[in-house]
DNA sequence: AAGTGGTCTAGACCACAAA
DNA sequence: TTGTGGTCTAGACCACTTG
């Protein structure tokens, strides 16, 4: 393993694990170099690439710091609710359905993918454009990665924008289906049973360490995903 | 603008124009240094930054190449039709319905982005997993930007995969939407009435020239779309 | 004014794959 | 064996921003 590589995934692992949280200013170029004994070429190096990543932010005289995980990648931009109703013009209010703490069931144990039972926090909440329902988030989060959870309310910041505040992540899954709205979730949304209506399902670690999986429902017709993106951004 | 940056935007802009196509030698490190006069570190640095992007494959002793746009970005993976159904472990093939060259209608040209008349041609293709519809692709080509689709059948390739193999592009745009099955729809992909299907529109350029728009429909709960990412990889 | 990052140089040695 | 890319060094000068 060459030496930039390994100076990268240190910092990395520094940032992803929470170590160096967002605001972080990580060490200077000279101290880097002190530390690892090389020249300040291959610490700028690796320092340019975290920066073109976006996972941290430099600044002349001010020095490199670790930037909030701008929630990023066309598809996952939609799902800050909150910036997505604004953008419409129209006023955004979020509701709490419910939010109990307690053991896994077995099927929310293979949702989250833990590997033994423990403690969950399982909640729903609607999320309103103006008067009228615009999404459906049925979320659970795993109190063994994040304690602090049990203690929100969620009343004032919903569970989405709570948990990328304070969770870093390190890896995501999306996936995308079209399904026909039951009873429940045409009544959340007000919209005629069967009809169709966007899923997403999102589901979120951090170190193989599951943190939480939230279910999305949009009705159909209202909204859809945009995702731009150029060949040389993988 | 830096000397690395000019050299890299300069490379792209060769690979994305087509003037350097997929498996194209492009020149060494020395043969860059000669001709940008520049030490060798400057061009090395902007040839790992393409290789990382995956727009080039460099090899030790044989040089740097042109590799063929891998169809990334996850969401955009899915759309290989043909592999996706051979992972399910079906047999694939598809069906040409209507293949038609005409003039540009105006909603025809206002979807494809064209600023003014001009001849496109018009493709509905059914893809099959084993006995079952799986997909119905709606396509405009813009034959402004690729004549030679005019002379094509495809009959043997389908239109997507032709596409992909002869011309570059710079940019696309995926939206993902749920819908209803209407007529056409469900005829097609013999189901019901008004069942939820996922609708996924791309639309791709060329150096703000547009190339084609697909419409991909899916039976809804048949199919779904996996993304998966790290923040690292914006 | 001082210290940071941004860029670049002119070398060097090594690993690897092709001839 | 040879020539390519992969990595690294020890400098240098500049631009910018903060104090």
């Known amino acids: 393993m060459s030496l930039h590589a390994r100076i990268l995934t240190e910092i990395e692992e520094r940032i992803l694990s929470g170590e160096w949280p967002p605001g972080t200013r990580i060490p200077f170029e000279h101290e880097l170099t002190a530390q690892y004994q090389c020249s300040r070429m291959t610490v700028s190096k690796v320092l340019t690439q975290l920066a073109n990543a976006g996972l941290i932010e430099r600044r002349r005289k001010a020095g490199s710091f670790v930037k909030r995980p701008h929630s990023q990648s066309a598809v996952l931009d939609i799902h800050d609710l909150e910036a997505e109703v604004l953008a419409l013009g129209l006023p955004y209010r979020h509701e709490i359905t419910l939010c109990s703490k307690r053991r896994s069931m077995r099927a929310e144990q293979e949702r989250l993918g833990l590997a033994s039972p423990g403690e969950v926090l399982h909640i729903v909440c609607r999320h309103f454009a103006g008067p009228r329902p615009f999404c459906l988030e049925r979320r ?95």
């Open 140 to 234: 659970l989060i795993n109190l063994a990665a994040v304690p602090e959870a049990a203690e929100e309310s969620f009343t004032t910041v919903p569970p989405g924008a709570w948990l990328i505040e304070r969770v870093p992540w390190s890896a995501a899954e999306h996936k995308i289906r079209a399904t026909a709205a039951d009873d429940d979730v045409a009544a959340a949304l007000s919209i005629a049973d069967g009809s169709a209506c966007l899923t997403i399902e999102r589901r979120t670690w951090n170190a193989d360490n599951p943190i939480t999986i939230v279910t999305l429902t949009y009705p159909g017709n209202e909204h859809e995903l945009v995702a731009r993106f150029t060949p040389s951004q993988g």
